[in-house]
């Protein structure tokens, strides 16, 4: 009857510049969509060079490198009799667009421009390309002489167009254009375009994978149609993970969904659909308003059908129902597969983790033993790639992990860095949680080269700094717990080099960080301390959700240890026990709770508010708790700490992006890192309401 259409997209993990391996992704990509019978197949934003090129994609290399891959993919007999769209960055008129390319049998058919650039957030693509604006309007794009070679094509299409098979009508939006208020597919459904395209390079943060699909679904519900959502995965070269969700929609309904969190570097997910059940659809709902667009789409036709002749048998896909993850099982599924890219790609043999058996350490531990399982998991399931990477980390050819326990043993160091104020409890915790999940753990004492460095500053100025506890002042007291601090980072970086050294084997270790955003948010760590490492894989990830995922990882994982890590108060433990116990709690020194912290980050960052904006929301929020008075003493005794410690943000360890509260320095949240930390202005505002409430409250 020729009215069903077998379509593809995908999933696949791309790394910036790296046009090699994207080149043989892409090619994969397309021969499983063949194999799977599609004939039209949809790959991610930007594939060919990777999205993550930054500043790279001002760089001529970049766009000539892209039309290399771009014509060895239209050379390539796997390309054939299918038709391909791939993303790339191409200039015209001087101006560099972000660009879907679709080609079919050695001839480009069209390109089409980003319409809404993707310019918040993590965002900054009105950095290196420009929106085509241009509504409708399509022009001629004189093609490089080396494409010309291929296609025997002088120019193509170029702008705001749409796609005539000989059955139907193929129309694109590009990532942020589907999150536009003027989505592309709401004009093009009106004007005929049955099938919807999204290419996305769109990153994981916890609790957004709703979002996506909703959106997608609601594409199609109201005027209907078949919407394809292709995205990136993986970690491409920077602090986001990209994950995946590929889906396949009709009429508001899913029916193809592809993984969130993998380690398959290609997934295609391919569906068979009606075209007659959109056709269907629209004829009640949106029959009075269908053709009526002012100015309608410009077609570029091509004699190629999707579906073929003889299809009455072909069953068609259903609607399934969308599995969501926990926020726990994103934690644990998105940081794990975000390490493992960053560690194959580094070409280092493991991590180093300096465990002090509190939650953030213990977390990140957590994360490195998911990796493990997973990495078991997709071995056991047949996946030569992850093997053949395996293989090479621990640098044994002929290698085959027996379980998530011994790889862990091969490609994971933990060492609990103990001092004269360590504590028992957190000794042990550290032991007792490195024993359940394999690592190779060391227990090093500091004492020595503390008291070295002190000595040091004594000989040149006959001082020798106290402890608060023994009468030094509030400078000694900090003083003396940042050497500490400072000393563990020293030793983690030294361990990190020769630790495999010493046993024998090559290759160095990526060390580990463990401070969360809450943390970040407020300065509270030491600058410099075991707070710089390499990567951060809870670096915006709260406290709150941290302790969740721990509790989540007892029963997923068997890993009884941490009950007391969860149970145990969180303490730097940097100054004096008191009879052997822990006299310095976290939530003490930052003078506010975590769960408290969490709700400030949030209004901070995601509310836009500064100190009075702040203020008049938490006597609401708060009421029940806190009185005005109290509220205004906790907001400005945050920003006080925020404003002082807001120069650390500047040299943190680069982190996975996982809340929308963070405050990651580089490219999320930027803010001066010098500020007036008396907030003269502001904090009078809050005081002078405080003051009107109070004279306004009737005396009892």
């Known amino acids: 009857m020729g009215r069903k259409v077998t379509l593809a997209t995908c999933s696949v993990n791309q790394w910036a510049l790296d046009f090699d391996g994207n080149l043989e992704r892409i090619l994969k990509s397309i021969e499983i969509a063949k194999a799977h019978g599609a004939k039209y197949r949809l790959g991610p934003e930007l594939e060919i060079c990777g999205y993550g090129c930054a500043d790279h994609f001002y760089e001529s290399d970049t766009l000539l490198h892209s039309f290399q891959v771009l014509r060895k993919l239209l050379e390539s007999p796997i390309t054939q009799d299918i038709i391909c769209d791939v993303g790339m960055p191409i200039m015209h008129h001087n101006v560099r667009y972000n660009c879907r390319v679709l080609f079919l049998n050695r001839k480009i058919l069209l390109i089409r421009p980003k319409m809404a650039m993707a310019n918040y957030g993590i965002y900054r693509e009105m950095r290196w390309f420009s929106p085509w604006n241009q509504l409708r309007l399509v022009e001629e794009y004189f093609l490089p002489r080396m494409i010309q070679e291929v296609t025997g094509q002088d120019t193509v299409p170029f702008g705001d167009c749409v796609l005539s098979t000989k059955d139907t009508c193929i ?11 003027r989505s592309p597919h709401i004009q093009m459904g009106l004007d005929g375009v049955e099938i919807f395209t999204n290419s996305s390079a769109s990153h994981h943060e916890l609790r957004k994978a709703d979002q996506r699909v909703n959106l997608v679904k609601s594409a199609t519900t109201k005027s209907g149609g078949i919407y394809l959502y292709a995205n990136q995965r993986g970690c491409d070269g920077d602090r986001v993970y990209y994950d995946g969700c590929a889906m396949v929609a009709i009429n508001g309904d899913i029916v193809a969904q592809g993984a969130q969190f993998s380690l398959n570097d290609v997934e295609v997910i391919t569906a068979t659909l009606d075209l007659e059940d959109v056709r269907s659809y629209r004829g009640e709902i949106c029959q009075p308003n269908m053709g009526g667009e002012p100015k309608p789409c410009h077609r570029v036709k091509v004699d190629f059908s999707l579906s073929s002749g003889d299809d009455i048998y072909l069953p068609t896909h259903q609607p399934i129902t969308w599995h969501f993850h926990t926020p726990e099982e994103e934690i644990s599924l998105g940081p794990a597969c975000w390490l493992w890219d960053y560690l194959r790609r580094s070409g280092q043999a493991g991590f180093l983790l300096p465990l002090s058996g509190g939650v953030d350490s213990s977390s990140t531990a957590c994360i490195v033993h998911s990796m493990c399982v997973l990495l078991c998991q997709a071995i056991e399931d047949g996946n030569s790639q992850v093997l053949q990477d395996v293989r090479r980390v621990v640098g044994d050819d002929s290698y085959c992990p027996q379980d998530p326990r011994e790889l862990c043993g091969h490609i994971f160091t933990t060492c609990y860095m103990a001092s004269e104020n360590s504590s028992e409890d957190t000794c042990s915790r550290a032991k007792h949680l490195a024993n359940q999940i394999g690592s190779t753990h060391m227990n090093i004492n500091i004492d020595m080269a503390v008291k070295g460095i002190l000595g040091i500053f004594s000989v040149v100025t006959g001082k020798w700094p106290q402890f608060r506890a023994s009468g030094g002042s509030h400078r ?30 090559p290759g160095g270790l990526l060390v580990l960080g463990s401070a969360n955003v809450d943390e970040s948010l407020t300065g509270y760590f030491t600058k410099y301390d075991c707070s710089s490492a390499d990567i951060n894989p809870i670096g915006g990830i709260s406290k709150t959700d941290l302790r969740s995922f721990l509790l989540y990882c007892v029963e997923q994982f068997q890993l009884t240890s941490l009950r007391s890590v969860v149970a145990a108060p969180p303490t730097a433990e940097l100054e004096p026990l008191t009879d052997g116990h822990v006299s310095q709690t976290d939530e003490a020194d930052m003078g506010m709770t975590y769960s408290e912290l969490s709700v400030i980050g949030r209004l901070r960052k995601i509310s836009k508010c500064g100190p009075f904006s702040m203020f008049c929301k938490l006597i609401h929020m708060w009421k029940d708790v806190l009185s005005p008075t109290e509220v205004a003493q906790k907001v400005k005794h945050f920003f006080r700490m925020y404003s002082v410690n807001r120069h650390k943000m500047t040299t943190v360890t680069p982190s996975y992006h996982a809340e929308t509260y963070s405050p990651d320095d580089n490219r999320f949240d930027l803010r001066p890192f010098l500020y007036n930390t008396r907030w003269t202005w502001q904090f009078r505002c809050i005081d002078n309401q405080v003051s009107q409430r109070e004279a306004d409250t009737p005396k009892h």
């Not at 942020?176 to 208020?181: M, N, R, V, Y």
């Not at 020293?490 to 084997?505: D, H, I, N, P, T």
């Open 171 to 181: 129309g694109s939006e590009i990532c942020a254009e589907l999150w536009s208020p």
């Open 476 to 505: 000694e007291n900090l003083a003396l717990q940042n050497v500490q601090a400072r000393v563990r980072m020293v030793l983690a970086y030294l361990f990190a080099q020769l630790s495999l050294w010493a046993r024998g084997k």
